[in-house]
């Protein structure tokens, strides 16, 4: 079974960075993409940032030229954010859309993990 689990989140001052980790565990025969999804209490889920198979990243606005999305194999995605602002504050999801072993495709969305921003 496939899952994939996101780790680095905590709490920092404004102007500070953080690194963001997503794991996908299982066998995958390959990975269409990832990306990192935020979601602040009361809002709804929106995307941050995607990193497609052949390398192509998009980014909401608020996050262009403060944050990079990367991927150093077919299985982990990492997120760096710099220069964090409060509203940077949500809980970051990421999501994998992978193929499995006998070709089927799974969307996967991992538990979450807190990041808090302090002014």
């Known amino acids: 079974q496939v899952q994939v689990v996101e780790s680095g989140g905590g709490l920092v001052q404004a102007g500070g960075s953080l690194t963001l980790s997503c794991a996908a565990s299982?066998?995958?025969?390959?990975?269409?993409?990832m990306g990192w999804y935020r979601q602040a209490p009361g809002k709804q889920r929106e995307l941050v940032a995607t990193?497609?198979?052949?390398?192509?990243t998009n980014y909401a606005d608020s996050v262009k030229g403060r944050f990079t999305i990367s991927r150093v194999n077919a299985k982990n995605t990492y997120l760096q954010m710099n220069s964090l602002k409060p509203e940077d504050t949500s809980v970051y999801y990421c999501?994998?859309?992978?193929?499995?072993?006998?070709?089927?495709?799974?969307?996967?969305w991992g538990q979450g993990t807190q990041v808090t921003i302090s002014s």
């Open positions: 999501n994998a859309d992978v193929i499995g072993p006998t070709g089927r495709r799974f969307n996967l």
């Open positions: 990193i497609i198979n052949g390398g192509r």
């Open positions: 299982g066998s995958i025969l390959s990975m269409v993409s």
